[in-house]
């Protein structure tokens, strides 16, 4: 299948000369998990142009996301912020207009900033074309033009056409596909690459719950893995073709690509995301190529939050977040400082914490109020009633992590649904404040009642409670984004 066949007949836009400044590409593949990367190991052939970038540039064996769905995970990638700190947790919410964006950065400095996005949790109604010129988003956010599908040849076809209306320009692209989430099917041959085509009577997603009480069956599951799988050669491949037109014109992009989360195929009983904080889930790939850019292989710890001050070095310039630049271990190999790296997720009947250091990662159910240490990388071995210091250890460090952004006065506080940090450790409710305390709430969104007052959320204050952290924008979905959103099990 050639690029022109990808675009339905038509025709893709010569890319011109570029700029003095190099064009970066920052490409955000959904659900893709490291593991079925063939540089990370993978054994089908799914990535073979994604390899080469790897065997180019730097890959980060061991890049993590802070949480393992859309909305907050991308806002953590283009802001550098962490979820608790801009506070896109839930979908009734968007982007703070306080949280920066690194397109922001890109525009200031002079370049052409482009977008083009596939679903409504990475679009304009949460707040992301903010900071670009041209946002693509094929119609996802129009109330009665919910669209099914927006594949990959329609992002990067976008992406060439942007960048052929800025001809001498340098452009910013952020680009985000949605093939490899579910629901898995590659369009014409690449649906049958590795197993059958989809037909009538297969398995339809329903939500991680219903397979957690009918688990798939195996050869069912090898099904979905295998259309999994055709999805993200077919990405793959596409992509090529996209880079491919840019190097053809004399232009050397920085490429970064990476995923905002995983996807679950039964390692812990069910099938899907969202749900749990375990590496299938927020184990990401992230591989840089272009100018200035080491071949090497790192295998220290980073995370999406790192990518925003990364991109912002690019440009000579600061970041103020919880990520880290890499430019200097991109350019020179230079070690990577080590840290803990904070997930969580509260989305439906979840809430959970996880904290990944020191070669262990602490998991935190708030819900039935357990805890897990794992030690192993697949994380199948909980070893915290053996090493109880270390559990202690990093229990620590993650309450220090959450940071205090609630101040309350003395009287009784109740957090709906959320758990209350404060002096070091979980506080049981209702909770007896006796004097001024600062303290963490998650998940950052839920609702607090200090007493008889009335409830209050993030970025609000009522007397004696006061929020000083970001809050999210409110969004409202229409019914039918809702329905199209339930058959993508992203709603009860």
């Known amino acids: 299948?050639?690029?022109?066949?990808?675009?339905?007949?038509?025709?893709?836009?010569?890319?011109?000369?570029?700029?003095?400044?190099?064009?970066?590409?920052?490409?955000?593949?959904?659900?893709?998990?490291?593991?079925?990367?063939?540089?990370?190991?993978y054994h089908r052939d799914t990535t073979p142009f994604l390899d080469e970038l790897a065997a180019k540039g730097t890959r980060y064996e061991s890049a993590r996301s802070p949480s393992p769905?859309?909305?907050?995970?991308?806002?953590?990638?283009?802001?550098?912020?962490?979820?608790?700190?801009?506070?896109?947790v839930d979908d009734g919410g968007g982007i703070p207009d306080q949280v920066p964006l690194i397109q922001e950065r890109f525009a200031q400095a002079g370049y052409?900033?482009?977008?083009?996005?596939?679903?409504?949790?990475?679009?304009?109604?949460?707040?992301f074309s903010r900071g670009f010129e041209r946002f693509d988003d094929f119609g996802v956010n129009r109330k009665n033009n919910l669209k099914g599908t927006v594949d990959a040849e329609q992002v990067f076809g976008a992406a060439a056409?942007?960048?052929?209306?800025?001809p001498g320009e340098p452009v910013f692209l952020f680009l985000h596909v949605y093939d490899v989430h579910y629901p898995y099917a590659a369009p014409g041959d690449w649906e049958?690459?590795?197993?059958?085509?989809?037909?009538?009577?297969?398995?339809?997603?329903?939500?991680?719950?219903?397979?957690?009480?009918?688990?798939?069956?195996?050869e069912q599951m090898a099904h979905q893995i295998a259309q999994y799988d055709e999805e993200i050669a077919y990405v793959d491949h596409?992509?090529?073709?996209?880079?491919?037109?840019?190097?053809a014109a004399g232009r050397q992009p920085l490429i970064v690509v990476t995923a905002d989360h995983?996807?679950?195929?039964?390692?812990?009983?069910?099938?899907?995301?969202?749900?749990?904080?375990?590496?299938?889930?927020?184990?990401?790939?992230?591989?840089?190529?272009?100018?200035?850019?080491?071949?090497?292989?790192?295998?220290?710890?980073?995370?999406?939050?790192d990518i925003a001050p990364t991109l912002a070095a690019l440009l000579g310039e600061g970041w103020t977040g919880d990520g880290l630049s890499l430019w200097d271990n991109l350019s020179t190999g230079e070690d990577i400082p080590a840290r803990g790296l904070l997930g969580d997720t509260s989305r439906f009947e979840t809430n959970r914490l996880g904290w990944y250091a020191h070669g262990l990662r602490l998991d935190w159910d708030l819900v039935s109020g357990t805890q897990r240490l794992y030690a192993d990388a697949l994380e199948t071995q909980d070893v915290a009633a053996q090493r109880p210091e270390d559990r202690a250890r990093l229990e620590a460090e993650l309450i220090s992590a959450l940071g205090t952004p609630w101040h309350a006065q003395p009287g009784l506080v109740v957090a709906q649904d959320a758990a209350i940090f404060a002096q070091g450790a979980l506080q049981t409710?209702?909770?007896?404040?006796?004097?001024?305390?600062?303290?963490?709430?998650?998940?950052v969104d839920a609702q607090l009642q200090h007493g008889e007052q009335p409830p209050v959320k993030a970025g609000q204050q009522s007397g004696p409670l006061t929020h000083t952290g970001a809050a999210m924008q409110e969004v409202g979905l229409s019914e039918a984004e809702r329905e199209r959103l339930r058959a993508l099990g992203y709603m009860d």
């Open 1 to 41: 299948m050639t690029w022109l066949l990808l675009l339905a007949c038509t025709k893709t836009p010569d890319i011109p000369a570029g700029g003095a400044q190099p064009d970066v590409i920052l490409l955000s593949i959904d659900t893709l998990r490291a593991d079925h990367v063939g540089a990370y190991g």
């Open 69 to 88: 769905w859309t909305l907050p995970t991308h806002t953590t990638m283009l802001s550098g912020q962490l979820p608790i700190h801009h506070g896109v």
């Open 112 to 127: 052409a900033t482009g977008a083009a996005v596939a679903t409504l949790f990475v679009g304009r109604k949460f707040g």
């Open 161 to 166: 056409q942007f960048t052929a209306d800025h």
């Open 192 to 218: 049958e690459k590795y197993d059958r085509k989809g037909q009538k009577g297969d398995l339809r997603y329903k939500n991680y719950f219903r397979y957690l009480e009918h688990p798939v069956g195996d």
């Open 238 to 247: 596409a992509f090529r073709q996209l880079v491919e037109s840019f190097w």
């Open 262 to 305: 995983g996807e679950e195929f039964g390692e812990r009983g069910s099938w899907g995301h969202a749900h749990t904080l375990n590496p299938e889930q927020l184990h990401v790939p992230l591989i840089v190529q272009g100018p200035g850019v080491k071949v090497q292989v790192e295998e220290g710890a980073v995370a999406t939050q």
């Open 429 to 443: 409710q209702p909770w007896e404040v006796g004097q001024p305390l600062d303290f963490a709430v998650i998940p």
